[in-house]
């Protein structure tokens, strides 16, 4: 992992919270993505962000789930009125997105934030 | 859904090479393949990739066909620390593709 810090690393709430995931990516990198890892599954996408722009939420749930990317900040995951089906482990990862010719803007994953919904 | 097909699991005696394969027999000109591996319930980590040409670094080598329709990740020494779930994923390369990942190989490193 080249340095995508999440935080925090465990949360718990109770049914009905909000719970908000935090993702600072590796320095220099404009580009950051959300996954969902539920238990005993593979990664999902689920929202791909640039500073103060959100491309895609092809795979964000239409209800309850948002994502930002300030122009200064971290990148927020927020997740209100949890449901114990949200209990799963969030990753976060970043890529340059410089541009530059013949590139692939390889992503890096932070180490990610295991949410418990009790 | 995961354009690549892996074995579910495998094993591989410590000191061994590793050989994973992997198959995307749908694989556009354009279209990278990465592997990716994930220790236990850690973040996925970044290992390599490749468009066509074979690929070498300090974690593994990529093996890619010439027709670019089967792929083959080798950790040339596999350790007990190299027991994880491994990803072979397909892509794009235009900006702000996201990966998809399918359920990947399970790879045991026994002593």
């Known amino acids: 992992n080249a340095g995508v810090m999440q935080n925090p690393r465990h949360l718990v709430r109770r049914r009905g919270q909000e719970a908000r995931l935090r993702c600072s990516p590796v320095k220099g990198h404009s580009h950051v993505y959300w996954y969902r890892q539920l238990p005993e599954e593979g990664l999902k996408f689920m929202v791909y962000?640039?500073?103060?722009?959100?491309?895609?939420e092809s795979g964000m749930p239409k209800e309850r789930f948002s994502a930002e990317f300030p122009k200064e900040g971290p990148s927020i995951l927020r997740i209100q009125q949890v449901v114990r089906g949200d209990s799963a482990a969030y990753f976060c990862a970043s890529s340059p997105g410089t541009g530059k010719l013949g590139s692939t803007d390889t992503q890096y994953f932070g180490p990610g934030t295991r949410l418990t919904v009790l | 859904d995961a354009k690549t097909t892996q074995p579910p699991s495998m094993d591989c005696a410590e000191g061994r090479a590793a050989n994973l394969p992997c198959n995307h027999s749908t694989i556009s000109g354009n279209e990278y393949v990465y592997w990716y591996r994930q220790i236990h319930s850690q973040g996925p980590q970044y290992i390599i990739h490749g468009l066509k040409n074979n690929e070498t670094n300090e974690m593994a080598s990529l093996i890619i066909t010439e027709d670019r329709k089967s792929s083959t990740l080798i950790l040339p020494h596999a350790t007990l620390r190299d027991t994880a779930v491994y990803y072979c994923?397909?892509?794009?390369?235009?900006?702000?593709?996201?990966?998809?990942f399918g359920p990947g190989t399970r790879l045991s490193v026994l002593p």
């Open positions: 994923i397909v892509r794009g390369r235009n900006y702000g593709q996201n990966f998809v």
């Open positions: 962000l640039q500073k103060e722009n959100i491309i895609d």
